[in-house]
């Protein structure tokens, strides 16, 4: 993963619009459900924008191949939303390079510890995240999408 660069970026600009994209259709077709963004817990791009937040576009070779955002509550838990790798960089640590990405900058905004909540169907997620130190919490929003919730002390 050399040649992947991982950077911050605006979440209007068109490489994180196409990772959003993708990320939205894959959760389409993966949940029970589908997938429909304006039932899900709001991540609009004014709030994954500084000051209030951040995201961070994968890129390799110039083409965007990954994505994750976090939301900035002062010294509450800053929330990661939208993390996405594309199939064809899956398995080569891509996910936990921008999980550590993220963290730091959570860490760097003041943030004591990260959360997130998740679905049931992605399991390499869940596994990623408590390999990474996640820790399995009770509810903490009423994320329509949600089976799980982790939290992770960074701070």
Same mark, same amino acid.
């Given at each position: 993963?050399?040649?992947v660069?991982?950077a ?8 994180a619009?196409?990772c959003?994209?993708?990320? /939205?259709a894959?959760?389409?077709r993966?949940?029970?459900?589908? /997938?429909d ?11 994954m924008?500084p000051? #209030?937040?951040? /995201?961070?576009?994968?890129t390799? @070779? ?5 994505s ?6 002062g010294?509450?838990? #800053?929330e990661?939303? $939208?993390?996405w790798?594309?199939?064809?960089a @899956?398995g080569?640590?891509l996910? $936990?390079?921008?999980?550590s990405?993220?963290?730091h900058?959570?860490a760097e905004?003041?943030a004591q510890?990260? @959360?997130l909540?998740t ?6 997620a ?6 990474a130190?996640?820790?399995e919490v ?7 999408? #949600?089976?799980?919730w /982790?939290?992770?002390?960074i701070?």
């Amino acid at each position: 993963m050399v040649d992947v660069d991982i950077a911050p970026i605006d979440p209007s600009h068109p490489h994180a619009q196409h990772c959003l994209r993708e990320y /939205f259709a894959e959760l389409d077709r993966r949940f029970d459900s589908g /997938f429909d963004p304006a039932h899900s817990i709001s991540a609009a791009e004014a709030e994954m924008r500084p000051p #209030a937040g951040l /995201f961070l576009v994968a890129t390799l @070779r110039g083409e965007p191949i990954g994505s994750g955002g976090l939301k900035f509550h002062g010294s509450e838990p #800053a929330e990661l939303k $939208r993390m996405w790798v594309a199939e064809s960089a @899956r398995g080569l640590g891509l996910g $936990r390079r921008m999980l550590s990405e993220l963290e730091h900058h959570a860490a760097e905004h003041g943030a004591q510890a990260v @959360r997130l909540e998740t679905n049931k169907t992605l399991v390499e997620a869940i596994a990623l995240y408590r390999s990474a130190g996640y820790v399995e919490v009770s509810p903490f929003n009423d994320e329509p999408y #949600a089976h799980h919730w /982790f939290e992770k002390h960074i701070g």
